[in-house]
């Protein structure tokens, strides 16, 4: 078995050759990650944490995108940035390890369940399938990515969990919680279904086992709970970003192998939304097993009628089912269905190659066909070296319609802020330290004035004058942060904090975690007693 974990990581590290180059590569919003991991170092650096709102972005003016955004990623980039990487090559590093790491985990789970050359023949399939390369290659998407790893993390816990294992409780938890951190909305696709395959796979604990999933989504609380409170503080919920029904394909696409850079599956240079080749054939061999009585398997046929049943969801078919379906703006693509047909698909071909006579030569024809299908989608539309100072010094919001600017805000400023702190008439400012999100000055003035914090304002900001809490106005045009200083010498901390909200979340997460890490430790005990 080690032979097949050294072959697999060698065939990884093949998939991912373009991220060994020096520089970066054309993508949808990968060069975007970078600019939010620098704006979110600057920030994790100062002492925020968790860290949700970055004051460089927006012209100087400062955006929770952070407060909104799946915040694992840019969390396990840090490891290598303070390991000495830049902050290119430490985004680089966390598309790297999660595509490598997702093939050794699928093939652990899959473990739990079959031989090792079925096991090892579905982790190349959960790699070498044409939406991982769209993921990394076309979409530059670092969320969906680390997400692919922590999801056969998921499954294997629940198979632990099926064969007795009932310390994988808590490990499923925790698993549970990284999926939901690395990107929600694929945790939002891939939970229920998750759930409903633990239930058909065990048949006792069942109490226990819903409660770790529910233990899974509390320790994830701190991003959850203020990402969905605050929403209605900002934009997004009034801003369609995208119309499910433009990304919907003609069924052929979803079949016939095409590749393109394109945002829709429609016109020229397309976004390819096919299934792949191997896929296809290994669902119609699943399909034919089960018309023979003796390979009946549950799984199998629930499986087999989500692969049809997603088909369905993606063409142009479904076209009025997307425009009455609930939380359709939360998938906002059809084709991020495809996540799941990954998965599907490496289970069936372990499935197939499982109940098939000659496993070494099936799995060896699969292993070559998966890679032979896929290995010319590795490469990016084109490279790029523009250096760290062009990402650590842009100024963009990094959103599409800058939806997660605040609701009062009724205009962008033109102007970049240069001063954090503006004051009217002449009075001096001395003692001025600003930090991300954090600004003290000692402020003299002989009259009553208005102060100007050139942020836009957010729950969680607050301002103390000689360390008492004062109140901040921000009805105005721009929505930045005002408040009036009396005459005399002051001094001044304006500095972004945690709501109400935001510490329950926090503390919630902590308690979850706590709560895991007991029962943990406790079944740990019982195993080894």
Known sequence: MKKLLVILFLFSLVSIWPFFKIGYFESHDGEWMVIRFTAFHQTFRAGQFPVRFVD???????????????????????????????????????????AVFSSLAMFWALRQKFDKYSAFAGSILYLFIPYRFVDLYVRGSLGESLAFAFVPLCFGAIL?????????????????????????????????????ISLVLIKKSRIFLVMSFLLGILISSFFTVPALYDLKFVRL??????????????????????WGYGPTP???????????????????AAFYSQMIKKNRNVLVQFLLGIFVLIAFLMSK????????????DLIQFPWRLLSIIVFISSFLAAYVIGISKNKKTLTAIMVAASIASTILYTKP??????????????????????????????????????TKIQITGDSPVEDLNIRPTSY????????????????????????????????INYMNDFGLINFQLPRGEHKVIIKYTETPVHTAADLVSIGSLLAAGISFFILWRKQNS
């Open 381 to 418: 539309a084109g490279f790029t070296d523009k250096g760290d100072g062009f990402y650590s010094t842009n100024e963009g919001t990094t959103t599409v319609r800058d939806e997660y600017l605040p609701l009062w805000v009724k205009k962008q400023n033109p102007i970049r802020a240069n």
């Open 160 to 196: 632990k969990i099926q064969n007795g294992k009932r310390i994988y409780f808590p490990i499923l938890s925790a698993s549970i919680a990284l999926l939901i951190l690395s990107h929600n909305v694929i945790a939002f696709l891939f939970l229920p279904f998750f759930l409903i």
């Open 56 to 98: 460089r972005l927006n012209s100087n003016y400062g955006y929770p995108v952070l407060n909104f955004l799946y915040p694992l990623p840019f969390y396990l980039a840090e490891i290598p940035k303070i390991l000495g990487f830049n902050f290119v090559d430490s985004i680089k590093a966390v598309f790297a390890i999660s």
């Open 440 to 471: 003290t000055a000692t402020i003299k003035s002989d009259i009553d004035t208005n102060v100007q914090v050139n942020s836009i304002y957010f729950p969680g900001w607050q301002v103390k004058i000689d360390g008492k809490i004062t109140p």
């Open 266 to 284: 429609n016109g020229q240079n397309a976004l390819p939304v096919q299934f792949g080749i191997v896929p296809l054939f290994i669902a119609l």
């Open 237 to 258: 919920p009034q801003i369609k970003i995208g119309n499910p029904q433009d990304h919907l394909a003609n069924l052929i696409d979803l079949i016939v192998p095409k």
């Open 317 to 328: 078919l479904s076209a009025l089912f997307w425009t009455n379906l609930p939380f359709s």
